[in-house]
């Protein structure tokens, strides 16, 4: 099983940056995505972004432009930088572990998951 832990989350205005960092360890398969997620209160988890083990990136629409996902294999860390930031960004936001380079952004496609960090950006 693969271990996550979110950080980085706080609270921004509008047009501000912030930088989510999820530390990882366990993996032991060379083939692999991670992803980052979002959810509200009540409401259906989201993707957000994907990197694969060998550097492929997807994003979903509403954030293209604005957030860019990363990997440091070196600090085991997966990295995800939101420009810009909206009050509609505003959320809780996980990252996840799945086997396989599928690239997806669907949360049931993934296996592990950290405990969230809130973004809470303000207008």
């Known amino acids: 099983r693969v271990q996550l832990a979110e950080s980085g989350g706080g609270s921004v205005q509008g047009g501000g940056s912030l930088t989510l960092s999820c530390r990882y360890s366990?993996?032991?398969?060379?083939?692999?995505?991670m992803g980052w997620f979002r959810q509200g209160p009540g409401k259906e988890r989201l993707g957000v972004a994907a990197?694969?083990?060998?550097?492929?990136?997807a994003y979903t629409d509403s954030v293209k432009g604005r957030f860019t996902i990363s990997q440091d294999n070196a600090k085991n860390t997966l990295y995800l930088q939101m420009n810009n930031l909206k009050p509609d960004d505003t959320d809780m936001y996980y990252c996840?572990?799945?086997?396989?380079?599928?690239?997806?952004?669907?949360?049931?496609?993934?296996?592990?998951w950290g405990p969230g960090t809130q973004v809470t950006v303000s207008s």
């Open positions: 996840a572990y799945r086997l396989g380079t599928l690239l997806i952004l669907v949360p049931a496609g993934y296996n592990d």
């Open positions: 990197i694969t083990s060998g550097g492929f990136t």
């Open positions: 366990g993996i032991t398969h060379d083939g692999y995505t």
